[in-house]
């Protein structure tokens, strides 16, 4: 009699298909460069925003600003590291000399380059994502209004894990140990070449930065600049890694595609456009009225603190402005244009209210004379006339020194007058052309 069989209970069970592709994955990812490069990436561009955090027109004040200056940051710093730690890890195989024993294995070509890719493309987007996250939360304290184009700092690490990927390419087709370096290189002056040009076209740099003021992108700049770079990183990937080689054209084909839209999209303008929401004017209720624009309006009651004792001295005079305004609009007839006053703010404040105040009166008596002649012997005093006004009106540290013994001796004699005289003095200056020499009164 033929003896049952024994099941063997303690034998492993088959390991499912998912979990062959994700452990492999995951231990890749937890060594080799990518980590590195992921933290090496996130303190680089960290720092560099850190750098210009104190600067005039620093990038706290604004969203547009915030994720203008990451995108510069993390692409143009970021990009060369990120191209030379995929290189590197392309090249690891070859340096280990493994390469016969990854070819021996069951999976295929494709997967097995995948897996072998991966920390190249998703460390630096990883690490660049950290640095814009904090970024953005140390801006949003700060901002007055509006919201971080999120979709933009997407498509940055879109653009790092693609470059991450070709240079993950280059290092398997190009066995040399200073490839990493020599295209880390020509990335950084790749990705920075195109800023010194003005077309449209210049928008396919995913380093390229835009001075947003009252301006957003159109909606479909984030997903075209998605599939531009992706798709440049998939048919390089698949053209080296795919059995069959027509699997790299569709990718080729919708990274054309969104190529000429970015190139050619908006009527040929570029990918931005007004924002009228952010343009649009915030005003106080005092005389004359100071108005910002709504990205600035945290800063409004800051702002007519700073002109107060300038209002103080229009307010009736006649030719005085009714209003103080900014944004992209022109002044009207009875308006006077402001300082911007994002760039002239650190963390939510004004830096020097003084200052702030000066170049106002700057703004106000400001002319732009096409027909002047400044040969004309005249035309030096009323420049040393138009200085004493304006330290008159808006008193300013810096701007004493730079004051000529005559303007000098114009700003005291303005200082003693009464105030009836002072009002009938603005009167006069502000009803004369100041493109004209001789029509500048002297006090």
């Given at each position: 009699?033929?003896?049952a069989?024994?099941?063997?209970?303690?034998?492993?069970a088959?390991?499912?298909?998912?979990?062959r592709t994700v452990r492999?994955?995951?231990?890749?990812?937890r060594r080799?460069?990518?980590?590195w490069?992921?933290?090496?990436?996130?303190?680089?561009?960290?720092?560099?925003?850190?750098?210009?955090?104190d600067?005039?027109?620093g990038?706290?004040?604004?969203?547009?600003?915030?994720?203008?200056?990451?995108?510069?940051?993390?692409?143009?710093l970021?990009?060369?590291?990120?191209?030379?730690?995929?290189?590197?890890?392309?090249?690891?195989?070859?340096?280990r000399?493994t390469?016969?024993?990854?070819?021996?294995?069951?999976?295929?070509?494709?997967?097995r380059a995948?897996v072998?890719a991966?920390?190249?493309?998703?460390?630096p987007?990883?690490?660049?994502?950290?640095?814009?996250?904090?970024?953005l939360?140390?801006?949003?304290?700060?901002?007055?209004?509006?919201?971080?184009?999120?979709?933009?700092v997407?498509?940055?690490?879109?653009a790092?894990?693609?470059?991450g990927?070709?240079g993950?390419?280059?290092?398997?087709v190009?066995?040399?140990?200073?490839?990493?370096?020599?295209l880390?290189?020509?990335?950084?002056?790749v990705?920075?070449f195109?800023a010194y040009?003005n077309?449209?076209?210049?928008?396919?740099?995913?380093?390229?930065?835009h001075?947003?003021?009252?301006?957003k992108?159109?909606?479909?700049?984030?997903?075209?600049?998605?599939?531009?770079?992706?798709?440049?990183?998939?048919?390089?990937?698949?053209?080296?890694?795919?059995?069959?080689?027509?699997?790299?054209?569709p990718p080729?084909?919708?990274a054309?595609?969104?190529a000429?839209?970015?190139g050619t999209?908006?009527?040929?303008?570029?990918?931005?456009r007004?924002?009228?929401?952010a343009?649009?004017?915030?005003c106080d209720?005092?005389?004359?009225?100071v108005?910002?624009?709504?990205?600035?309006s945290?800063?409004?009651?800051?702002v007519s603190?700073?002109?107060?004792?300038?209002n103080?001295?229009?307010?009736g005079?006649?030719?005085?402005?009714?209003?103080w305004?900014?944004g992209?609009?022109?002044?009207?007839?009875?308006?006077?244009?402001?300082?911007?006053?994002a760039?002239?703010?650190?963390r939510g404040r004004?830096?020097?209210?003084?200052a702030?105040a000066?170049?106002?009166?700057?703004y106000?008596?400001?002319?732009?004379?096409?027909?002047?002649?400044y040969?004309?012997p005249?035309?030096?005093?009323?420049?040393?006339?138009?200085?004493?006004?304006?330290q008159?009106?808006?008193?300013?540290?810096?701007?004493e020194?730079?004051?000529?013994?005559r303007?000098?001796?114009?700003?005291?004699?303005?200082k003693?007058?009464s105030?009836?005289?002072?009002?009938?003095?603005?009167?006069?200056?502000?009803?004369a052309?100041?493109?004209?020499?001789e029509?500048?009164?002297?006090?």
């Open positions: 009699m033929t003896a069989p024994v099941l063997d209970d303690t034998a492993p088959p390991t499912p298909a998912r979990a492999p994955l995951l231990s890749e990812l080799g460069v990518g980590p490069a992921g933290a090496a990436l996130a303190l680089t561009v960290s720092i560099a925003m850190y750098g210009k955090a600067y005039i027109d990038w706290q004040s604004r969203w547009g600003e915030a994720t203008s200056l990451l995108r510069t940051a993390g692409l143009l970021g990009g060369p590291l990120a191209v030379a730690a995929g290189c590197w890890q392309g090249g690891r195989e070859r340096r000399g390469g016969e024993l990854w070819a021996s294995t069951a999976r295929t070509p494709l997967r995948a072998a991966a920390p190249a493309a998703l460390w987007a990883l690490g660049h994502l950290l640095a814009a996250t904090g970024c939360l140390a801006t949003w304290p700060y901002v007055s209004a509006g919201r971080p184009d999120l979709l933009l997407l498509a940055d690490a879109v790092l894990a693609a470059l990927t070709l993950f390419v280059a290092g398997r190009i066995p040399w140990r200073l490839t990493a370096p020599l880390a290189a020509a990335t950084y002056v990705l920075g195109p040009g077309t449209p076209w210049q928008w396919l740099d995913p380093a390229m930065a001075s947003y003021n009252w301006d992108a159109v909606w479909w700049f984030a997903p075209a600049s998605v599939v531009w770079t992706g798709g440049l990183a998939a048919t390089a990937f698949l053209a080296y890694a795919a059995r069959r080689r027509t699997l790299a054209l080729l084909a919708a054309c595609a969104a000429v839209l970015i999209g908006n009527g040929g303008q570029g990918p931005w007004a924002d009228t929401a343009a649009r004017l915030v209720d005092g005389t004359p009225q108005c910002v624009t709504a990205v600035d945290r800063l409004l009651p800051q603190a700073a002109l107060a004792d300038l103080g001295a229009l307010r005079v006649p030719g005085a402005p009714v209003r305004t900014d992209p609009r022109p002044a009207g007839p009875d308006e006077a244009s402001l300082p911007t006053p760039f002239e703010s650190l004004l830096r020097d209210p003084g702030y000066h170049g106002a009166v700057q106000l008596f400001s002319d732009s004379c096409e027909d002047q002649d040969e004309h005249g035309w030096a005093r009323a420049s040393e006339v138009n200085s004493a006004v304006i008159w009106l808006a008193p300013s540290a810096a701007y020194p730079v004051l000529t013994d303007s000098r001796a114009d700003l005291a004699r303005l003693t007058k105030p009836a005289e002072r009002r009938a003095y603005l009167a006069r200056y502000l009803a052309d100041l493109c004209d020499a029509e500048v009164p002297v006090p």
